[in-house]
């Protein structure tokens, strides 16, 4: 397989009634959405708020340093989002964003707690080894060269796994109790309760998610179902 022929994930996506001719966008995605979550991504608290407001749509992973053999791997398609705080740097972030890094300090949960504001919808996932994958997705993330060039060494042998996802306001936020068993660079936790997806809302409009999710797919070379 060339660098420019991605692989792609296969995931579990009949049970979301995807609407012909517009991809990734369901007759009602509310009503799709599960009931509740327990399964969480790990994920930069800066990079969500991009993600809040609809100014990031990819998520680019390699896996945390505890999966180092099989690096990351998409155990749901839907997930809430767990943020964290370790290894980021406003350093890693291109100009017009890196004060959501401050912002995302101002929402951070007090000493033992987390904050749970957002769940998202994996609509693709693709595998790369063409370094400039994150380059030509450039519109669709928040990350600078610097994060780049870190992110395609380390795991060098390992493809960048690039998942397009649409994120979802929770109609309450929660903050829920650390368990130690969260700790670690891992990507993904299973919390200790259910946390309820009714009435949560995605962040950008239907016909908005579909302009953006087929620009993403013409660059990734990826044709709509």
């Known amino acids: 397989m060339s660098a420019l022929e991605p692989e792609r994930d296969v995931l579990p996506t009949q049970s979301w009634g995807f609407t012909p001719g517009v991809p990734g966008v369901t007759d009602d995605m509310k009503r799709s959405l599960p009931a509740q ?19 990031q749509l990819v998520l680019i992973r390699k896996g945390g340093l505890i999966e180092p053999g099989s690096g990351f791997e998409l155990v749901s398609d839907v997930f809430l989002f ?10 890693f972030l291109r100009s017009p964003y890196t004060h959501y890094l401050e912002e995302a300090h101002r929402r951070k949960a007090s000493e ?34 610097a994060f780049a060039t870190q992110r395609l060494k380390w795991q060098p042998d390992q493809p960048l796994v690039v998942a397009v996802v649409r994120a979802f306001r929770l109609a309450t936020p929660q903050v829920l109790s650390v368990a130690s068993r969260y700790a670690g660079c891992k990507s993904w936790v299973d919390l200790e309760q ?32």
């Not at 767990?82 to 350093?91: G, K, L, N, W």
């Not at 016909?207 to 709509?224: C, K, N, P, Y």
Request: glycine fraction near 6%.
């Open 37 to 55: 979550c327990q399964i969480a991504l790990k994920e930069w608290a800066s990079v969500l708020v991009a993600l809040e407001r609809g100014e």
């Open 82 to 91: 767990y943020p964290t705080f370790e290894h980021q740097t406003v350093s």
């Open 112 to 145: 033992g707690q987390v904050r749970v504001e957002l769940c998202g919808h994996v609509v693709s996932s693709t595998r790369h080894t063409d370094p400039a994958v994150m380059e030509r997705l450039r519109s669709f993330h928040v990350y600078n060269d």
């Open 194 to 225: 259910p946390v309820s997806l009714q009435g949560a809302e995605s962040v950008l409009e239907d016909s908005v998610f579909a302009d953006r999710l087929s620009q993403i797919q013409d660059l990734l070379g990826e044709t709509a179902s």
